[in-house]
């Protein structure tokens, strides 16, 4: 969980799904987007003039752009992008502020996305990287 002042929070029972450092890293990274993107002043918009469906949309929206920033920083970081649709389909989501973790997964999958990802993953581990 991103705070507005750019804190992160890792939740231990978040840590007990997650099996690898790379998941584990996937989720920090999709915080750290949280932050990068400032979803935090967008949030307070949201809460303030939109009406709640609208809201819904909108705060959905951000986390499916941060989990899409979040696997560009994983790679940019070394860690193979293939790792985020796993570990995003581990997430509970579902909820009217989160898309499902299968939804979110697929959508991370998709080659446009994941191509975008691996040309990072290359630039950074070129004698890893297929």
Same mark, same amino acid.
């Given at each position: 969980?991103?705070?507005?002042?750019?804190?992160?929070?890792?939740?231990?029972? #978040? +840590?007990?799904?997650?099996?690898? /450092?790379?998941? @584990? =890293?996937?989720?920090?990274?999709?915080?750290?987007?949280?932050?990068?993107?400032?979803?935090?002043?967008?949030?307070?918009?949201?809460?303030?003039?939109?009406?709640y469906?609208?809201?819904?949309?909108?705060l959905?929206?951000?986390?499916?752009?941060?989990?899409?920033?979040g696997?560009? #920083? +994983?790679?940019?970081?070394?860690? /193979?992008?293939? @790792? =985020?649709?796993?570990?995003?389909?581990?997430?509970?989501?579902?909820?009217?502020?989160?898309?499902?973790?299968?939804k979110?997964?697929?959508?991370?999958s998709?080659?446009?996305?994941?191509?975008?990802?691996?040309?990072?993953?290359?630039?950074?581990?070129?004698?890893?990287?297929p």
């Amino acid at each position: 969980m991103s705070l507005s002042n750019g804190k992160i929070l890792v939740f231990t029972g #978040l +840590l007990n799904n997650l099996e690898t /450092d790379a998941e @584990i =890293a996937t989720i920090i990274a999709h915080e750290i987007a949280h932050v990068v993107a400032r979803h935090w002043s967008e949030s307070i918009i949201y809460e303030k003039w939109f009406p709640y469906p609208l809201k819904a949309y909108f705060l959905r929206r951000n986390e499916l752009e941060a989990d899409h920033i979040g696997m560009l #920083l +994983l790679a940019a970081a070394g860690f /193979d992008p293939h @790792i =985020a649709p796993v570990a995003v389909e581990k997430l509970v989501g579902n909820d009217i502020f989160h898309p499902s973790g299968k939804k979110r997964a697929q959508l991370l999958s998709r080659p446009r996305c994941m191509d975008e990802a691996m040309e990072l993953y290359r630039e950074v581990m070129p004698a890893k990287a297929p």
